[in-house]
């Protein structure tokens, strides 16, 4: 699968722009530093030259030492599927879409209840998800909440492997044991080390504490799966106004320092490794105090990020398509329209955000449909206008001439599902017809197509021996926790 | 000949409007009875690629490529069909945008679908007096006179073209439709029209159901 091709990405930051932002990050990570929770992290630091204070915890990192760093990172990072066909390739001229993951509560599709999560929600997310044109890298919708704690992180990649062939990125890894763990999960499913470190079927996401700081599991965590191949992401969201400065720029220096300190450590771990920059800097709502997922600064930091991080030659994991909007309807896609589309537009190599609402709580299965109808749209934006022979179609304009009909021209059909967005969910139709055909909302058309997708097989079905070897390695886990 | 009419099906099925007329031409000359050409092959294609689009299966110029293929078919077997043979029933229909109103997109649009779905229309253009159109429609023996208008302020002419339709005494003879982004049901239930639609396929419908061909 190849993502949205982006013909001309539309840029929010000027190329001075990055310049500055790199600098003031670069510099402030030499005089204000970052504090590091991780001993290993800190040691690694150190015998490159960083300047370790070890009472504080905090690092300060010369600049030649993360320029360094940015000159052996993995430039070209696949996300790849079970089947080839459904790798996610970060070439930083495609966007690639993945749904919103780990939210704690479901809408029971049959009642409508909205309850704690479990196992079979995020089986069904994941049979949606299959069933999706434009998405390509699966995250765990939400967490297994009716399985004992010590084992859901591991039941939560068993249900993603045998429910979808897509990419599955994870980011409840916490200790270096969930990393091994998982490692070895998927390298089960892969077919060994080898096969997983050249074709990394999984992710993890590591999130820093904005601002300035990294735990130390988390990062520890983070260098299991470096050893391994598997590709991770250093997501930084410091909250405008809260956790990083209220101006957009001074968050984004903030991110950028978090991100810079965090792959430095990487590399010094595994060179070479597979790092991305992960970002979802969304304001605090500041008079209801709810996350702003679906602002239009959500989505705009986002490109900023996707810039800089493509002039280090790292693709970009962006927050968006969120909304807090508690049902779906029309403030939803609102703002998940304001925390998309410049996302889309801007190149951001993997968005993830859609199907969950209440800023990436609750897993409404129909707003995965109707997400994958607004990427669409967002997507033919992206497309562009096509000037050439072909499509200028001066022949035609001369052969049907003047007062003629267009729509009888073969040139027409030939073009028609390249040219238009040709919807799938949207209803066109006159109010009349519309009217006389059940006066359908969005909402009911979006569960008819769930239902359809969930009556479908799972693609790729795993191997019997694939799955009891899953099977073992989580009774592994459950037997070490007691 | 089957395999003609098969064949000629086919193509309109396939919207092979490039190779329709030689296919034609090809099937005379093996014999093929040319109302079987027309009724069963090219009639037939365009009635299921009809369905298909109704159904949402197809889109607009796939439609509108089929009906262009039969119709090219229709010009070389018709003249062939033996003089005195039962004739082809076709329903006509006769199209205009109101006088003071010159806005024709909606109409060449249903012009474009009762044509494909084997109505034979003749389109008055825009601007037409009632007078114009009902001397139209009586000349050639339409069934149905559909007229249309965007403008509030041209909407009216469409009631005047039903009085004067009455004066004339062809309500009987003639059905009438109206049309246009302001026209509702409930207004063309007001002025005595035969009805309204939504949308073109909502039109072809409803001048099949008043042509007695409903489904």
């Known amino acids: 699968m190849s993502g949205i091709s982006i013909r001309r990405p539309y840029p929010v930051l000027a190329k001075e722009d990055i310049g500055r932002i790199h600098e003031a990050a670069l510099r402030e990570l030499e005089r204000l530093g970052v504090k590091i929770g991780t001993a290993k992290g800190r040691s690694l630091l150190a015998r490159a030259g960083a300047r370790v204070d070890e009472a504080s915890h905090v690092v300060r990192i010369p600049p030649a030492l993360v320029e360094e760093a940015l000159s052996h990172t993995a430039k070209r990072i696949v996300l790849c599927g079970r089947n080839p066909h459904e790798d996610a390739d970060l070439d930083r001229e495609h966007v690639h879409i993945c749904n919103d993951g780990n939210g704690p509560v479901a809408i029971d599709f049959e009642t409508g209840e909205r309850r704690p999560s479990t196992a079979k929600d995020l089986a069904r997310s994941a049979l949606v998800s299959n069933a999706l044109d434009n998405l390509h890298v699966f995250w765990p919708m939400v967490t297994s909440q009716d399985v004992p704690a010590e084992i859901r992180t591991y039941v939560d990649l068993r249900v993603s492997f045998v429910h979808t062939n897509k990419h599955v990125q994870f980011a409840t890894a916490v200790t270096p044991e969930n990393a091994r763990r998982l490692t070895e999960m998927a390298a089960a499913v892969a077919g060994g080390r080898d096969e997983l470190r050249k074709r990394p079927i999984i992710s993890s996401v590591h999130t820093s504490i904005a601002p300035l700081q990294h735990d130390g599991g988390n990062m520890d965590t983070a260098f299991v799966f470096g050893e391994a191949g598997v590709p991770v992401a250093i997501f930084t969201m410091p909250g405008p106004g809260t956790s990083g400065p209220v101006t957009l720029a001074g968050s984004i220096v903030v991110a950028a320092m978090e991100f810079l300190s965090g792959l430095t450590m990487c590399q010094l771990a595994n060179p070479g490794c597979p790092v991305i920059w992960g970002t979802g800097i969304a304001p605090l709502d500041m008079k209801t105090t709810t996350r702003a997922g679906g602002s239009p600064e959500h989505g705009l930091t986002g490109a900023a990020v996707t810039q800089i991080a493509h002039a280090y030659g790292v693709p970009s994991l962006c927050g968006g398509f969120d909304a807090t909007a508690s049902v779906p309807g029309t403030q939803a896609t609102l703002e998940q329209f304001a925390s998309g589309l410049s996302l889309v537009l801007g190149g951001a190599d993997l968005i993830c955000g859609t199907g969950l609402l209440e800023d990436a709580r609750t897993l409404w299965l129909e707003q995965l449909f109707i997400d994958d109808e607004m990427v669409g749209m967002i997507r033919r934006i992206a497309e562009g206008v096509v000037v050439d022979d072909a499509h200028l179609a001066l022949d035609v304009i001369e052969k049907v001439g003047i007062g003629g009909m267009f729509l009888g021209q073969r040139h027409t059909m030939d073009h028609l599902r390249d040219e238009h967005f040709i919807p799938k969910l949207v209803d066109r139709r006159s109010f009349d017809l519309w009217s006389a055909d059940g006066r359908k909302s969005m909402e009911e058309r979006a569960r008819a197509k769930v239902r359809d997708a969930l009556a479908r097989p799972p693609p790729d079905p795993l191997p019997d021996e694939a799955v009891r070897e899953l099977d073992r390695l989580i009774e592994g886990a459950r037997a070490s926790a007691a | ?215």
Not at chain 2, 152 to 166: G, H
């Open chain 2, 1 to 215: 000949m089957d395999d003609y009419v098969a064949r000629l099906k086919q193509a309109v099925i396939a919207y092979d409007m490039e190779n329709m007329e030689k296919l034609a031409k090809e099937a005379l000359d093996h014999g093929m009875d040319p109302i079987q050409g027309i009724e069963k092959g090219l009639g037939a294609g365009i009635r299921e690629v009809g369905q298909k689009f109704g159904a949402g299966e197809l889109f607009l110029p796939e439609l509108v490529m089929a009906a262009e293929t039969m119709r090219s078919g229709v010009a070389i077997l018709e003249p062939r069909v033996p003089k005195g043979s039962a004739a082809r029933v076709t329903h006509k229909v006769v199209l205009a945008t109101v006088q003071d109103d010159i806005h024709e997109i909606g109409k060449n649009l249903v012009g474009t679908m009762l044509t494909a779905n084997g109505f034979d229309v003749i389109d008055l253009g825009v601007n037409q007096p009632s007078e114009a159109i009902l001397k139209k429609a009586a000349e050639v023996k339409a069934e149905i006179v559909g007229v249309s208008a965007l403008m509030t302020t041209s909407m009216p002419r469409m009631k005047e073209l039903l009085n004067v339709a009455a004066t004339k005494g062809v309500r009987s003879k003639e059905k009438f439709l109206v049309g246009g982004a302001p026209v509702t049901e409930q207004y063309a239930k007001e002025i005595g029209s035969d009805g309204t639609a939504g949308d073109a396929s909502g039109a072809v419908r409803l001048a099949q159901k008043l042509v007695g061909m409903g489904r």
